[in-house]
């Protein structure tokens, strides 16, 4: 089993900075990737970004330019930073991780709420 646990979220300005944080514990072996995805009331879940094991990314267009996907493999932690905030980008943001057991399996955190508003 895989447990993630994400911080950081919280309620910003249009134009601001968040960062987002995920610590991931456990199996953690055979990892395709680990990311963010999120979701507003109303919407899907929708991918946000996301980081394989050898360090691609590939992101929303929506987030693109605006977001950065990294990860600490020693930390065991993947991260978030959000610039030029918009009110679309309210959500909230889930940290996931896949990984191959036989087959893929995705893991997921509880979510963390990110409000943009003035």
């Known amino acids: 089993q895989v447990q993630l646990v994400e911080s950081g979220g919280g309620l910003v300005q249009p134009g601001g900075s968040l960062r987002l944080s995920c610590v991931a514990s456990g199996s953690i072996f055979n990892i395709n990737y680990m990311g963010w995805y999120r979701q507003a009331p109303g919407n899907e879940r929708e991918l946000v970004a996301i980081i394989t094991g050898g360090g691609g990314t590939h992101y929303a267009s929506s987030v693109k330019g605006r977001f950065t996907v990294s990860r600490d493999n020693a930390k065991n932690t993947v991260y978030l930073q959000m610039n030029s905030l918009k009110p679309e980008d309210t959500a909230v943001y889930y940290c996931?991780?896949?990984?191959?057991?036989?087959?893929?399996?995705?893991?997921w955190g509880q979510g963390t709420q990110v409000t943009v508003s003035s």
């Open positions: 996931t991780l896949r990984a191959y057991r036989m087959y893929n399996v995705d893991y």
